[in-house]
C-alpha cells in the first residue's frame, strides 16, 4: 500500500498503478504460466487474493474516517483476475493456474461472506459502508458466474474437479446466512446465487 503522508490525489495515482500492474498480471503473465516458475504464479495467486480485499488505506489517527481513500479499483481488479483465470485452459500448465486461481478465489468468497454475515450482526441498524456492499454484492455475482460455468461444464460432459465443486457446495451455508440481511441489492443478487444451486 502507499505510504501514510500522500494526498488524495497522489493515492488515487497509485492505486490506478496498481490496476495496471493488476492488468499487465492479468494480459502478458498468466497467459503464460508455462513460461513462468510455479512458485511465482503461486505467490502472484497470493498477491491477488490479498489484494482483493476491500480495505482502507492506513492513515493518521487525525484523519477524519470518511476521508479514508479505499483501494476499491484495485480490489476489483485482483478479484476479476482471479475470476477469470478460474476457468483459463489453455495448456497443462494453465489448467494448474486455474485449479490455483478457483481455490484462491473460493477461498476469498468464503471469507467475505463470513465476514459481511458477523459484521452485519455487529452493526445493528448501521448499514455497513458502500465499499462492504459492493464487495458482498461483487462476490455473489462471482459466485453465481462459477457456479454457472461449473453447469456448462458438466452439460458439456467435462469432468468437475471433485475437491472443487464441494468447495463451491460448501458455500451454500454461508449465503444461507445472507437471507436475513438489511440490504435489498444483497438480497437480489444473493437470490441469483442459490437460483443457480
Given amino acids: 500500500s502507499p505510504p501514510v503522508n500522500l494526498t488524495y490525489e497522489e493515492r488515487m495515482s497509485h492505486e490506478q498503478l496498481d490496476v495496471k500492474m493488476i492488468r499487465l498480471i492479468q494480459e502478458q503473465i498468466l497467459p503464460r504460466a508455462s513460461h513462468t516458475?510455479?512458485?511465482?504464479?503461486s505467490r502472484t495467486m497470493t498477491l491477488l487474493n490479498r489484494g482483493s480485499v476491500h480495505a482502507t488505506v492506513?492513515?493518521?489517527?487525525?484523519?477524519?474516517i470518511n476521508t479514508l481513500p479505499l483501494r476499491e479499483q484495485f480490489a476489483k481488479s485482483c478479484f476479476e483476475t482471479l475470476l477469470q483465470f478460474s476457468f483459463y485452459k489453455a495448456s497443462s500448465t494453465s489448467e494448474d493456474v486455474s485449479k490455483l486461481a478457483l481455490g484462491t478465489l473460493l477461498a476469498r468468497c468464503q471469507e467475505v461472506l463470513q465476514n459481511y454475515v458477523k459484521d452485519e450482526k455487529l452493526?445493528?441498524?448501521?448499514p455497513l459502508p458502500r465499499s462492504r456492499m459492493a464487495e458482498i454484492a461483487f462476490v455473489m455475482r462471482a459466485i453465481s458466474s462459477l457456479i454457472g460455468s461449473l453447469q456448462a461444464r458438466r452439460d458439456h460432459m467435462t469432468n468437475i474437479d471433485v475437491e472443487v465443486w464441494d468447495h463451491v457446495?460448501?458455500?451454500?451455508?454461508?449465503?444461507?446466512d445472507c437471507v436475513t440481511c438489511n440490504s435489498n441489492e444483497v438480497r437480489e443478487t444473493l437470490k441469483e446465487a442459490l437460483h443457480r444451486f
Fill in 37 to 41: 516458475p510455479p512458485s511465482f504464479i
Fill in 58 to 64: 492506513p492513515q493518521p489517527l487525525t484523519t477524519a
Fill in 123 to 126: 452493526s445493528g441498524r448501521c
Fill in 169 to 176: 457446495v460448501s458455500l451454500y451455508p454461508y449465503l444461507i
